[in-house]
């Protein structure tokens, strides 16, 4: 009676280490084990999980900001860089003379930036476009409403953004990161495309809200 | 004779006594003076009295002109309200005033925040208790984790 039990134990324990395992490999789709098959029909009744990506080395390195003295008000859960700031990060690359970085609780995220005086940005875009900003205040904000994810980053006091589209400048620009869209507030100029005169096949870019998705910045 | 030999004894003997008790008093203000383990803690106010906010530490203490702690193997540590780890900045070396609420360094000072997904290091710096502002005069890197990750990538 108790190799009864003994067996059937064994049974059910490999049969629950073998589901797990095939959880883990059911992308692979091929399986020699009998057992692992029928599982497999089992949990097909829910939709298999997509392959899973590799992590993007874009997301997961970290940003780094250098600058001759900085601020912390463990308080107010701030931190002030003065003085060549420079940003790095996969995505891009900033420099002003001021940031102030709202610091987020424990494992959160940074809900809002403010870059002063002298601000320059060039970030890439996922099809490898480069952008060149230029502004004297830049305000990046994240906000979840509605589990609608919104990024805007507000760029103001002559903001220029250069890219292979051409140059846009406004008394207001604001870019949506979560979205990539970006609007203006009262356009000023908006420059022919940087491409050779003649060329067609290029849109010039539009201005007002609604604009074309663009890349984000980071 | 042999009156005066007892009395010049005695009177070495108390002299020799003397001498020895200040010895070992002064000793003993030495050890005073430079203390190990130097920890100093400000907790919050009611409700969350017994809750400490910050706390400076250190390997050893020893006491400099004008009432200044000279701190080695400097430790401060931010706590929020549940107790938990805000931040935790290390440096070798400071000058604490204690009746200012003043930690100040030209060394090297690491912070970290209690979650680890903020790292900076830098060259100098002054610690004011009393308002919880830290400021770092040369040199800062910050190294920034996970925090800016959005979900369609960029």
């Known amino acids: 009676m108790k190799k009864i039990y003994l067996i059937a134990f064994l049974a059910l324990a490999g049969a629950w280490i073998v589901r797990g395992q095939t959880n883990v490999a059911s992308t692979n789709a091929v399986s020699t084990n009998t057992v692992a098959e029928i599982l497999a029909l089992v949990t097909t009744n829910t939709p298999a999980p997509a392959p899973p990506q590799p992590p993007s080395p874009k997301t997961n390195a970290p940003t780094k900001i250098d600058s001759d003295s900085a601020d912390f008000d463990m308080n107010g859960h701030q931190a002030i860089y003065h003085g060549n700031v420079r940003v790095d990060s996969p995505q891009m690359k900033l420099t002003c003379a001021q940031l102030t970085v709202n610091l987020p609780p424990a494992g959160g995220h940074i809900q809002h930036i403010v870059a002063e005086t002298n601000v320059v940005i060039d970030a890439t875009d996922e099809k490898g476009g480069t952008n060149h900003v230029t502004c004297d205040k830049a305000v990046y904000d994240y906000k979840v409403q509605e589990s609608m994810t919104n990024e805007p980053i507000t760029l103001t006091g002559n903001p220029q953004v250069v890219n292979a589209q051409g140059t846009n400048t406004a008394d207001e620009i604001i870019w949506d990161r979560a979205t990539g869209h970006v609007w203006e507030k009262n356009p000023h100029m908006v420059s022919s495309p940087n491409v050779d005169i003649g060329k067609t096949d290029t849109n010039s870019p539009a201005s007002g809200a609604n604009n074309p998705p663009m890349p984000k910045l980071f | ?154």
Request: hydrophobic share 40%; charged share 20%.
């Open chain 2, 1 to 154: 004779m042999k009156m005066k030999f007892h009395n010049s004894v005695l009177v070495a003997t108390f002299f020799a006594a003397t001498w020895f008790a200040a010895t070992i008093v002064r000793a003993q203000q030495n050890a005073a003076g430079h203390a190990s383990d130097f920890s100093s803690a400000e907790y919050y106010d009611a409700p969350h009295a017994q809750q400490m906010k910050s706390r400076i530490s250190g390997a050893e203490a020893s006491p400099q002109p004008g009432g200044l702690l000279d701190i080695k193997k400097l430790k401060l540590e931010e706590f929020g309200v549940d107790g938990r780890l805000e931040a935790v900045a290390e440096a070798p070396e400071c000058v604490y005033d204690s009746m200012n609420g003043l930690a100040n360094s030209p060394d090297h000072l690491q912070m970290q925040t209690g979650d680890g997904n903020l790292s900076v290091e830098g060259e100098g710096f002054l610690w004011r208790q009393t308002n919880h502002w830290l400021t770092i005069s040369n040199h800062v890197q910050t190294v920034i984790k996970g925090v800016m990750e959005s979900k369609t990538g960029l």
